[in-house]
């Protein structure tokens, strides 16, 4: 399988994400909407838990405060008969972010290149230089090279 077939179905991957967005956690958090909404009280939940009702509480209070982890939060999901979905959602689509960051190496270093020439006096016209950063752009884009991200 090339390699190109390989990025494409993580970008499909990805993209299918960007819909998920539109979902927020709660102000008050998941963990207390999901309990209030099945009439469940917070010392029930520590008792299904099997934590005292402090220590639920502060499970809430940590979801909040983004301190909550992953294996507390599976824990309460499950206790709560809930599934936990986690995911790293991109904010645009993978394809855009990846073109954005090839265009941005390839315009350093057609401007790099284009400076040594101005020093000969040979730099290219805006026109041709634009050109180039496209062309540049386009490979980096098919070769994917290692160092795209590197700065």
């Known amino acids: 399988m090339n390699k190109q077939v390989i990025r494409d179905q993580y970008w499909e991957k990805l ?44 499970m809430e209070r940590m979801e909040i405060e983004d301190r909550i982890t992953l294996k507390q939060l599976r824990r309460v999901a499950d206790v709560l008969d809930c ?29 790099r290149v284009n400076t040594h020439m101005a020093l000969e006096s040979q730099s290219l016209a805006d026109k041709k230089l634009q050109e180039q950063i496209e062309i540049e752009t386009d490979r980096l884009l098919r070769e994917l090279p290692r160092d795209l991200w590197e700065d």
Do not use: C, F, H, N
């Not at 207390?32 to 009280?41: D, E, H, I």
């Not at 936990?84 to 270093?109: D, I």
């Open 15 to 58: 993209d299918q994400l960007i819909d998920i967005k539109r979902i927020y956690r709660p102000v008050e958090g998941w963990i207390r909407t999901v309990r209030k909404a099945l009439g469940m009280s917070s010392p029930q939940l520590a008792l299904r838990l099997g934590v005292s009702k402090s220590q639920a509480s502060q």
């Open 83 to 111: 599934e936990l979905q986690y995911a790293l959602v991109p904010r645009k689509p993978v394809r855009e972010m990846v073109r954005s960051r090839a265009r941005l190496k390839a315009e350093k270093l057609i401007k």
